[in-house]
């Protein structure tokens, strides 16, 4: 079990915002895949059963519009990913044997657990068309648009000049973190975090937007979507393993170009790490990075798979540690002020840790 803070009332206040959708759970693939519905509902669970989802301002969920997704997406990408919640569509693919995957795991989705029963195969209601791991099912394409638009939504509260909410954890899913500009990979439909950063630029006007992602793979589609924008400080920590841990990028040459050489910033980690070596790239180059660039608002691809028991990542990174980082991200970066900040959930696939880390984090 993880130890947890028990905060007082005083410390927790409205200027924390908190966005849920149920609507996202119906994003689901094959039996034993990872990123499965049961990772958002156990960190809601957990939030309300410590009685911090009555202490912190709920901000509405909806689904990111079309032109929303377009600030990030061409529309050939949103296009072949929304065909798939078409009626008949689905079907036809299915009929056309596009599906591939091993042996049926008779297990229960939702927990894990072995039943041992044997069972026939299901009907197939989803497929892999984006690689061996990234699946659509007829919901996944609408859950992929709630999963931008919570986000959204919550940047929204805390840019809006009467509520009183500046930081605020979007628990969504799917992840957005390594879908690039035309594709969809890695668990990820539409890049939720630099969608809500460009919406920030061009919404919003803002001049100096810091994205910071620990989640324990590259955040390879986000750095490429601002390679080349000085605009946006882009910031990984992440297993490397002289690029044989997935996806295989982000050494700490690729830098960014053109005009923004300098902010795309790679901290790559060859195996397992912890609490000293987090703190350690906070200390060495996040914060002063930080320091430096003065952002305005703050999204943190906030990935839980570097922590202790997750299957993926198999490193040991605490759930106290990443509240530790949270609080860290709150100094002030801009002319005094404390920094806006958004935590967007990426991965994380132990549901005992991933829950814990939220906790720690709102």
């Not at 995957?101 to 989705?109: D, R």
């Not at 509260?157 to 890695?186: Q, Y």
């Amino acid at each position: 079990m993880f130890r947890s803070i028990v905060m007082s009332s005083a410390s927790i206040d409205k200027r924390i915002g908190y966005v849920f959708d149920s609507l996202m759970e119906a994003h689901r693939g094959g039996m034993g895949h990872p990123e499965r519905p049961s990772r958002i509902r156990s960190i809601h669970q957990k939030l309300g059963e410590r009685g911090l989802l009555e202490r912190v301002k709920i901000v509405a969920g909806r689904p990111a519009t079309d032109e929303e997704l377009f600030l990030v997406h061409p529309q050939v990408h949103v296009d072949r990913v929304m065909q798939f919640g078409e009626e008949g569509v689905l079907k036809s693919a299915l009929d056309g044997g596009e599906d591939s995957e091993g042996p049926y795991n008779p297990s229960t989705e939702d927990e894990g657990e072995e039943n041992y029963v044997v069972t026939a195969r299901p009907p197939k209601t989803y497929i892999f068309p984006f690689g061996a791991d990234t699946y659509v099912c007829k919901e996944s394409p609408m859950a992929a648009k709630i999963s931008a638009g919570c986000v959204l939504s919550l940047i929204e509260e805390i840019m809006d000049e009467d509520s009183p909410v500046d930081r605020g954890f979007a628990c969504v899913r799917p992840p957005g973190h390594h879908a690039t500009t035309s594709e969809a990979m890695g668990f990820c439909l539409f890049n939720n975090v630099a969608i809500a950063a460009q919406a920030l630029r061009q919404r919003y006007g803002l001049q100096r937007v810091a994205v910071v992602d620990w989640d324990v793979h590259h955040g390879n589609g986000t750095c490429e979507i601002f390679a080349e924008d000085p605009t946006v400080l882009v910031i990984s920590i992440h297993r490397f393993d002289g690029g044989l841990y997935y996806p295989g990028t982000g050494n700490w040459t690729e830098m960014g170009s053109g005009d923004a050489v300098g902010y795309n910033l790679n901290v790559p980690i060859d195996g397992t790490y912890g609490d000293e070596e987090m703190q350690f790239a906070f200390d060495k180059l996040v914060l002063p990075a930080l320091s430096s660039f003065r952002p305005e608002f703050i999204l943190v691809s906030c990935g839980f798979d570097a922590c202790v028991n997750d299957p993926l990542g198999e490193c040991e990174v605490t759930p106290q540690c990443y509240g530790s980082l949270t609080r860290q991200l709150l100094a002030s970066f801009d002319d005094g002020r404390p920094a806006r900040v958004a935590l967007v959930l990426e991965g994380g696939y132990n549901l005992d840790s991933i829950a814990a880390s939220a906790e720690e984090c709102v």
